[in-house]
């Protein structure tokens, strides 16, 4: 069984950055493409960015690209998300999540479906 468990979140000013960590039980952590995604009030969940699973392989939202940097320690289990130049509509549950095995390519895994294990999430707000 996999867990996954958010952490990291928390209220943040405009222009300000904030670090997320995900660890992950289990040993398959590294062996398999690990994503964020996030989900503001009253809106779908959306794709933030993937990462492959020796984190040489990256892509991000276009929304956050250039702000945000996804990354990972397969030593440590653990997947990161910092955040730099946040802005108010970045406020919402960030959710780390494991590929499914199989499927599509992370250049185009940014679907629900393509990922089978998910955190409980961790709140950010970014105040204006």
């Known amino acids: 069984q996999v867990q996954l468990v958010e952490s990291g979140g928390g209220l943040v000013q405009t222009g300000g950055s904030l670090t997320l960590s995900c660890a992950a039980s289990?040993?398959?952590?590294?062996?398999?493409?690990m994503a964020w995604f996030r989900q503001a009030p009253g809106k779908e969940r959306e794709f933030v960015a993937v990462?492959?699973?020796?984190?040489?392989?990256?892509y991000y939202a276009d929304s956050v690209k250039g702000r945000f940097t996804i990354s990972r320690d397969n030593a440590k289990n653990s997947l990161y998300l910092q955040m730099n130049s946040m802005k108010p509509e970045d406020s919402a549950v960030y959710y780390c999540?494991?590929?499914?095995?199989?499927?599509?390519?992370?250049?185009?895994?940014?679907?629900?479906?393509?990922?089978?294990?998910w955190g409980q999430g961790t709140q950010v707000t970014v105040s204006s």
């Open positions: 999540a494991r590929k499914a095995p199989g499927g599509t390519t992370i250049a185009t895994a940014r679907g629900l479906y393509d990922y089978d294990y």
């Open positions: 289990g040993r398959s952590f590294g062996n398999h493409a």
């Open positions: 990462i492959n699973w020796s984190g040489t392989s990256t």
